[in-house]
C-alpha cells in the first residue's frame, strides 16, 4: 500500500507563508499524479493544486498566484508554498496519489480519481 505523509503545517498570520511537504514512500512521485486537497469545519473536500506525471501543475482559482506546487524526485516529495495566506486558507491539508490517469499531462482537482492519501495536516491562518 501506497504510504504518504504530509508535514509542514500550523499556525501563521494572515499575509504569512508555510510550505507543506508529502513524503512518499512505497511507490516513485513522479510516476504518480498528485494532488492537494483541504477540507475546512462543515465544508466539503476541494481541490487545491495538482501536479502530473510530467509535472503540469493545476491550481485552484481561490489559490492562483499565492500557493505554488513542486516535486523533488531525488526526496520523492511533493511540496506546495503557501504565500500570502488568508484566513479562508484555514484547512486541513491532505496529499494523494493516483496512477490512474489518461495523459501523463493530467492531473485532476477531484478526489475521485485519488486512490491513496495522507493523514493531513492543520492549517490556521489567524492574527
Known amino acids: 500500500q501506497l504510504q504518504l505523509v504530509e508535514s509542514g503545517g500550523g499556525l501563521v498570520q494572515p499575509g504569512g507563508s508555510l510550505t507543506l511537504s508529502c513524503a512518499a514512500s512505497?511507490?516513485?512521485?513522479?510516476?504518480?499524479?498528485i494532488g492537494w486537497f483541504r477540507q475546512a469545519p462543515g465544508r466539503e473536500r476541494e481541490g487545491v493544486s495538482c501536479?502530473?506525471?510530467?509535472?503540469?501543475?493545476n491550481y485552484a482559482d481561490s489559490v492562483k498566484g499565492r500557493f505554488t506546487i513542486s516535486r523533488d524526485n531525488a526526496k520523492n516529495t511533493v511540496y506546495l508554498q503557501m504565500d500570502s495566506l488568508k484566513p479562508e486558507d484555514t484547512a486541513i491539508y491532505y496529499c494523494?496519489?493516483?496512477?490512474?490517469?489518461?495523459?501523463?499531462?493530467?492531473?485532476?482537482?477531484?478526489?475521485?480519481?485519488?486512490?491513496?492519501w495522507g493523514q493531513g495536516t492543520q492549517v490556521t491562518v489567524s492574527s
Open positions: 494523494a496519489a493516483t496512477i490512474r490517469v489518461a495523459s501523463v499531462d493530467l492531473c485532476y482537482d477531484v478526489a475521485g480519481p485519488y486512490d491513496d
Open positions: 512505497r511507490f516513485i512521485v513522479n510516476n504518480y499524479a
Open positions: 501536479i502530473s506525471k510530467s509535472g503540469h501543475t
